[in-house]
């Protein structure tokens, strides 16, 4: 009986045994072939990324390449087109030193001088010096603040745009209402307003006021925004029916308002409100 155990014991452990063994032979098996699928994983992502590193480095060279090409193009574009003119750049809300350095830039490329004249958005009202002082050169009327606003807007769009003394806006200067840089001369041949997003700045003030009085001198005018500008002004300036850009910053922007401040007439950009992206007679 003890040997017949003896054989049933040693049976049952070989068996045992020999399962053991397959499970394990098993897993090892299979802990092989994940590696392996892990492995060509691998090597597949690693393909594909230096792939895609290969193609940015190829994008990125295309566009180096064509944005250089364009810098070199630009001036060949605008050159002369605004030869011996004077241009106005008009601002009522700050303006960043990078925007006026590249917007009185932008003309001197095209041949012109500039100015660029910030304007307080109240017209210093709310000093009564400063009221009394604009009011002396209006002696003969009894002016309301919102008379005595248009009479102001009225006088400094006259000594802009005609040869007129400039004695009013020596005054404007003086009181800080205005602040004037740049090499430009007076009169200006043309107009831009450079406008801002809306939440910081409404045109309505001082720049809709000012093209109304301009537009009788029949000379360029222009309303401008930066391409970043999500809450644009550029349809309160086309409510005032003058051309406009609503990307400045960019290459088809500068060729856009030079061409703009040329007499073409347009709406250009990238946003809603654009017509074309460049004026019609140059992207023809």
């Known amino acids: 009986m003890l040997d017949i155990r003896y054989h049933v014991s040693s049976l049952v452990a070989v068996f045992l045994a020999l399962a053991l063994g397959i499970l394990l032979g098993s897993v090892i098996v299979d802990k092989g072939i994940m590696a392996e699928q892990q ?53 009522s809300h700050p303006m960043s030193d990078g925007l006026k350095d590249f917007l009185s830039g932008l003309v001197k490329k095209a041949g012109a001088r500039s100015y660029l004249i910030s304007v307080s958005s109240d017209l210093g ?12 050169f209006f002696p003969e009327e009894n002016l309301s603040d919102e008379d005595l606003k248009s009479r102001v807007i009225e006088r400094f769009a006259i000594e802009l745009a005609t040869s007129s ?32 997003d809306l939440s910081n700045f409404d045109p309505k003030l001082i720049d809709v006021p000012l093209i109304n009085q301009l537009k009788s001198f029949g000379l360029s005018l ?10 644009s002004c550029i349809p309160i300036y086309m409510s005032a029916k003058i051309s406009t850009v609503d990307n400045v910053d960019t290459i088809p922007g500068e060729v856009s308002l030079v061409y703009a401040l040329c007499g073409v007439k347009g709406n250009f950009g990238t ?11 140059v992207s023809e």
Do not use: H, W
Not at 69 to 90: A, D, H, M, T, Y
Not at 127 to 134: A, P, V
Not at 176 to 187: D, H, S, Y
């Open 125 to 136: 009202f709310g000093d009564s010096e400063i009221k009394k002082r604009l009011s002396a």
């Open 165 to 196: 003394d400039k004695a009013f806006i020596q005054e404007l200067t003086t009181l800080g209402i205005i602040k004037m840089e740049g090499n430009g001369n007076l009169p200006a041949n043309g107009f831009v307003f450079v406008g801002a």
């Open 271 to 281: 946003k809603p409100t654009a017509e074309n992206l460049l004026p019609i007679t």
């Open 39 to 91: 492995k060509a994983l691998i090597d597949s992502v690693r393909t594909d990324v230096k792939q895609v590193q290969d193609e940015n480095r190829l994008l990125k060279k295309e566009a180096d390449e064509a944005q250089k090409l364009q810098n070199e193009l630009i001036p060949l574009v605008v050159r002369e087109r605004l030869s011996g003119k004077n241009i106005v750049f008009i601002s």
């Open 222 to 231: 222009v309303g401008v925004e930066t391409e970043d500008i999500s809450n």
